[in-house]
């Protein structure tokens, strides 16, 4: 009985070693194999070199409404400015972040939303409206618990003996922040639909309270609180800052060779492309190859032909003594 199943499995796993040799020999499957790794090879070049404007950051930017109120919510209006006209129609995810000056004037970069949002490229300036986010809107805070940008030289005079004050606003107002800070002054303005705009907006009010939550967590509580937030001091959100931009692009191959942004990226995955095209006419087509039996005898026959007439046609000639 023992015999007779191992005897079974035998043949079964001797089936399946058959089947497996027929489907990897054949070529349906060999070009399925081809056009995957192509595939993959296309990926990884838009994944690895992404060119200059993936992954970049941009700006700083100035956000405002859409003017006109029919526009769709996942649309994103910008300047030639910014981003080159060819990407006008061009879908991409957009990261909005926050930037400021933080511990020891170190640039600090916070990610605030992402969206899949359709790319209008203007060739005209954007006109400014009343309502602009500017990243630059002192919070209601204390003045201790943020971070406060590197300002200009005050040209005029200062009161002696003025106390600091304790609010953020009110500290902004004596010290003129937003007249003395130059971190704003070339910003470059986009348009978002007012919703986006304003969760773009409630998303740096949220991290600045939420910093600001954990540093007065970090001074008022136990010994053990203030162990686990021993970096709150240093990880204060900044009181005014800037909003910039980050394009993210699909990697998939039709998009990679179609519409990518940057032309090298394109290039590349066409010479890809062409390349593994090349090497499979190579393999259906190569240039030493060995007919079948039946198939050589008929090649052969004209060639053979051809050297019996002309060795009837032309007698031998003989060498004379």
Known sequence: ME????????????????????????????????FVLVGATIWAIAKVYSGDLQNAEKGPVAIRRHSAGSMPRDTLVVHRSLIDLSMDGTRAKCTFIYVYEGHK?????????????????????????????????????????????????????????EKTPDRARDYARQNKVLERWSGDDALHLISLHQEVMGEVRDARSEFI??????????????????MGLHKAARERPGAVGNYYLKFQFSNDPVFVLTKHPDRDVRMTAWLTLLTSAFALLMEVFPLQVTPPP???GAVAAPLDRSVQENSARSPPRVRPP
């Open 294 to 296: 039946g198939v050589a």
């Open 3 to 34: 015999a007779a199943q191992s005897a079974l499995s035998a043949d079964t796993w001797a089936q399946f070693v058959h089947v497996c040799e027929i489907i990897f020999y054949a070529m349906p499957f060999r070009l399925f194999v081809v």
């Open 105 to 161: 004037g170190r640039r600090q970069h916070v990610k605030l939303k992402s969206y899949d949002m359709l790319l209008s490229v203007s060739a005209t300036p954007l006109r400014s409206l009343l309502d602009v986010a500017r990243a630059n809107e002192v919070p209601d805070v204390g003045s201790q618990e943020v971070y406060w940008p590197i300002l200009d030289v005050e040209t005029e005079n200062p009161v002696v003996g």
């Open 209 to 226: 309270q939420h910093r600001v939550d954990r540093l007065r967590a970090a001074r008022s509580g136990g010994w053990w609180k203030r």
